[in-house]
């Protein structure tokens, strides 16, 4: 005997992210993608604003297929970023998390330039696609990426006096003029010198810091909110990294009986097959140590568990059509889970192993029934163990390919297995599902999927329904 069970899922789940150059070429930036920007919309936006006359971003498909390949975490270290941009010949290594500030986005940068860790910065906006965002944008790389690069081409600068160095420093545009005058002034009246050296570190101090602002974009918290440096933000989860996942959903359910007589044997057991039937369906993931570090390989490690129920399914025989048959059809699973993220990028494959016990219960009401033979449907409740893997490739961060299999090494079938039914079998089952993850934000997912599971019998004939 084989029984089938074919089902559609349809759930809402909630996802509890150098070579060297010529002195003439434009720098290049190889930008990973955005932690938290599901859509890429913010991605193309920031391409797009550095992108230009003074600035040169290597292509969103080579980064990722370069971070890919090298295996690098999103949350690089000095030396992954020499790596990646040596691979894709970048003068920069751009990583950037979205992020929310009150009614604001926040865009956090961490900078590799060089090869080395420079200094990252903060961006609070509303619009990405305005032009003072663009514009704000721009500016800030071109002072963060292209003087670097440039000063690294050209070689250190001669040496100078403490207060010209700084000076320069400070103020590229205008410090010089300043401190020449000073100069000729200490020429001048040799014997004031050392007061006016004095004062001149007095009043100069605090523009020294403000200055340095200006380069860092400090200052410009004051005259823009856009614009701020803070440490970076505790890193977010993409789809295929979730730290805990729970889906609530639909589920419309078809079971259906098959059986294998011998020859010539009218009387044997018909095939059953009822109409599709809705049922309310429920599974949960959790991954603990993902909170803390999606990308470690022990954030992998994790819990799930399911449950599924039909809402409401009525049978009824030919002999006594007019008695109805109350049917409950349920399943529940919990296990252990081990997931591997292929890649660090949103649209990274992943794979999830695990193992898990349940219950697969199909029973029904015969009291009603005057003859409850009518119905040879028999009960049954699985007791299974159930290894399996799970495969998730996403198309682009937004949508991906997911499917699956189990085994399912059943230890108890329940009362199918009583004297009084078909008695004593050997008993094999598997259980297949493929479907499509629609990500509609950072927190929110549509599931489609489709489920089969099929059980086979080979009764050893020790029963009272299966001696015929």
Known sequence: MTRTLATVTLAMTALLAVLPRSADAKPKIALTAIDGDASGSVGDAVTEALDGDELTVISQRTVNKAVDKLGLDSEMTEKQAKKLSTEVEADAVVIATLGKSGANKTLQFKLFINGKKARGFKVTYNNAKSDRFRAKLRDKFVTKIAGETTSDDEGKPKKKGKGE??????????????????????????????????????????????????????????????????????????????????????????RQLTYNNRANFPEGPKPFKNA?????????????????????????????????????????????PAVPVKANQQSYSVGARLRFVLGSTATSPSITLGAGYGKRRFTTDKSGLQMQSSLDVPDTNYTTIDPG???????????????????LIITNAGPIQQPTSYGRAKVFGAWAQAGFDIVLGNRFAIRIVGEFQQVGFAFTGTGDMARN
Request: hydrophobic share 30%.
């Open 165 to 254: 160095s700084e000076g320069d420093e400070e103020d590229p545009l205008g410090g010089k003029g300043k401190k020449a005058k000073a100069a000729s002034e200490d020429e001048e009246d040799k014997p004031k010198k050392a007061k006016k050296s004095d004062d001149d570190e007095e009043d100069e101090e605090p523009k020294k810091k403000k200055k340095k602002k200006v380069a860092s974009a400090d200052d410009e918290d004051e005259d823009d909110p856009e614009v701020s440096v803070r440490a970076s933000s505790s890193p977010r989860h993409s789809a295929n990294r979730v730290a805990a996942r729970i889906d609530v959903g639909v589920s419309v359910k078809n």
């Open 276 to 320: 599709p039937v809705p049922g309310a369906r429920f599974e949960a993931e959790l991954y603990p140590l993902a909170f803390a570090n999606p990308k470690s390989i022990a954030a992998g490690l994790g819990f799930a568990a399911e449950y599924d129920k039909t809402i409401s399914l009525t049978l009824r025989t030919s002999a006594e």
């Open 389 to 407: 893997l799970s495969i998730r490739i996403p198309f682009i961060p937004q949508l991906a390919l997911t499917f699956g299999g189990r085994a």
